[in-house]
Nanobody, 125 residues
Framework: QVQLVESGGGLVQAGGSLRLSCAAS????????MGWFRQAPGKEREFVAA????????AYADSVKGRFTISRDNAKNTVYLQMNSLKPADTAVYYC??????????????????WGQGTQVTVSS
């Protein structure tokens, strides 16, 4: 079991930046495949970024590629999502997810067993 807690969300103007954090307890995050997802009102949860447990393989949704970066600090047992050049379309609740390692990088929400409670990101125009 691993418990995940997101933080760092908030209100930002278009073009601004935010860094989301996902702190883990119970297990070491470096042993898990990690992902970030988001869900806007009335929409399905969608993939944003993912990192395999090795830290060497990452994947991004086309909509965030070049603007968002997923990273991990093993010493702090925390995964980050750096979000730059934010757009109003990025407004959503952002969720951190973890899963036991296996296969290729995971981009589907059904592939993850552990989820945080989410943090709201609102980008104003």
């Amino acid at each position: 079991q691993v418990q995940l807690v997101e933080s760092g969300g908030g209100l930002v103007q278009a073009g601004g930046s935010l860094r989301l954090s996902c702190a883990a307890s119970g297990r070491t995050l470096s042993l898990f495949d990690m992902g970030w997802f988001r869900q806007a009102p009335g929409k399905e949860r969608e993939f944003v970024a993912a990192m395999r447990w090795t830290g060497y393989t990452t994947a991004y949704a086309d909509s965030v590629k070049g603007r968002f970066t997923i990273s991990r600090d093993n010493a702090k047992n925390t995964v980050y999502l750096q979000m730059n050049s934010l757009k109003p379309a990025d407004t959503a609740v952002y969720y951190c997810a973890a899963d036991h390692p296996g296969g290729s990088v995971k981009v589907g929400p059904d592939e993850y067993d552990y989820w945080g409670q989410g943090t709201q990101v609102t980008v104003s125009s």
